[in-house]
């Protein structure tokens, strides 16, 4: 697993070389797991202005395209090839193509082009990184391209070509790398909701956090407020974002959530300028929560926990408030260190007993837990509350501005008591509305029931709110951040409907979906086609009829051809059809099912080519696919409906009630033999039947997986 961040606005002489390697990485091994993420700079300001970087599973990190394209090599070693030394040399030699100077470019191009005088590769008899690194660096230089275009270096032209057409991949990858730099500012220019909100003292200049807990993966609600953490502060303000994980209750926490944050994080194009750990303070918490027992304005107390609710609620003084500052930290020391009598005790802050806001009824700032922590492991066996910890870490960390979601407010006056009572630097706040959609839960606590329970097949189900589970579904993070974006700070709570969402997506896929056919299995009739060459073949033809830079596909033309029951159920005899890609048919036979428990079920067609016909005079226009001429792959096409029934889950609703318990729906189909080349993750259209992501590859004994994408039209 990689994450390849690519400066859309940089040099492209400096990003094409990385993103061909990676892209070649992809193209030679279907499980070689690369995410390619754009990020709208010219540079990155905290890696030396380099325009590309990588992070490995490993989590190291490199920047620069030579050093990127070495990490990629040995994060993948069978890029590597025979000659290290030599890809090495060429990789430092690609350094001298990216200048947009002519008389600084020419000389090394004339080199290039006498070193390729009788070589149809730099060197070796099949392509390699340095091919690919040479290529990309003319490829994204203006002036080095037009000079190859000219033909006047004619081994340099020849090479370059021959690379060019060898590689159909290139092209994908290149258009994809125009496509999504021109996406990322449609994106900016598009967004609708206003930031101009008035943030106190930004002159100052601006530290924003993004504070998750690693007790689960990331869902939309969580990149509602990464987003805009990372708006303020690297687009508004051009400050700083903080990263700081949560990490306070060992029951809950797990370092394969902490990872798959990060890589959330990255892939929607969100770096934070540092990343820390509540757990890196544990020892500053502990004597700030010291100093508040020292001076009174904190107390031990072991009230049960039904007690406690009770009294808070009714404003009734705990027995333990009035105990002696010297009684307090006694019972924390014996809590600290996870005694049999200090488990039962916890430390709450000396607030008020009866203030109208409950949040500030002498609240739990420290209980114990002996489970072992994943990052301090059994050092410590009590643990402060994130109420406590929030506001003193964001002091200490230089924060300037805390925007959390409206769910807070009642506790923000909590947040100032702790600054003001330990005397600490004060932090400003800012409300914003969370992100809720209907028939959605965003309740960690309800998420992680429903995988515990294997409702869901984990975090990632297509049918889950997280990242990864709409990533899976087949959201692209355009999409994504534009969406979220155009919903900006305000505080006003909604609930949004899904369909405004995917239609966001639509925007992005479809110009870039390469169309393809599918029949459905079920009573898919055969139809004989008269007028048809005899002999099988083939024809290419757009993937795209709208984006000529997809290329193009194989069609199959025969006298045999299938249909889908749906459409042939609706012909008549002598209706004249278009088949979609062939041309016009006259319907000249239909055969039906003797079965009298199916008899409207149509067995078979005979139909007559009339390609003089107009296909605008036809009421029928029909997908279809030749069994002769082709492979036909078999793939399995998948739908889904919300896991909840209700669009607002009240308070008092019974969850289990409430889910669904039918929300998966697969048919099988026959597929274009095109298909049988998809890779995991790629975008297609089936004509007439909707936009699909590849779950699963196509295999040999086994069908290609497809998961429909909404489209905002549907209800699911």
Known sequence: MATLNIASKANQAIIFPALLVASYAKESDPNASINVNFVEEESFEFADKAAVGVTVVSGSSSYGSEQVICNLIETFPFLQGKNEN?????????????????????????????HLTLRSYIFGYAPTIADLSVWGAIRGNKIAYAAVKKGSMFNLSRWFKFIDETNPWIATAVQSANAQAQAKKATKSSEGASYDIA???????????FPPEPSGYLHIGHAKA????????????????LCRFDDTNPSKEKEEFQDAIVEDLALMGIHPDRTSYTSDYFEELYQYCVTLLKEGKAYADNTDQETMKHQRWNGIASDRRDASPEDNLARFEKMKKGTEEGVKWCIRAKISVDNPNKAMRDPV????NLLPHHRTGDKWKMYPIYDFCCPIVDSIEGVTHALRTIEYRDRNPQYDWMLNALNLRKVHIWDFARMNFIRTFLSKRKLTKLVDEGRVWGWDDPRFPTIRGIRRRGMTIDALREFILKQGPSRNIVNLDWTLFWATNKKYIDPVAPRHTAISKEHAVTATVKGARLAPYTEDKPKHGKNPELGTKKVAYSTSILIEQADAHTFTQDEEITLMNWGNAYVR????????LSFSTVTGLELELHLQGDFKTTKQKITWLSTLGQELIPVELVDFDYLITKDIIEKDDDVDECLNDHTEFRSEAFADGNVANLRENDIIQFERKGYFRVDRMFRHGQPAVLFNIPTGRASK
């Not at 008389?103 to 082009?113: F, R």
């Not at 990464?226 to 974002?241: R, S």
């Open 226 to 241: 990464a987003l805009l953490n990372d708006y303020f502060a690297h687009e508004k303000y051009q400050g700083t974002l």
């Open 86 to 114: 030599v890809v090495k040399e060429w990789l430092k030699r690609t350094s001298a193509l990216v200048p947009t100077d002519f008389k600084i470019v020419e000389g090394p191009l004339l080199e290039l082009d006498a």
């Open 365 to 368: 700032i420290y209980r114990c």
């Open 199 to 209: 943030l106190p003292d930004t002159n100052k200049g601006v530290v924003t956090r």
């Open 589 to 596: 036979k239909i055969s039906h099912s003797l079965n009298p």
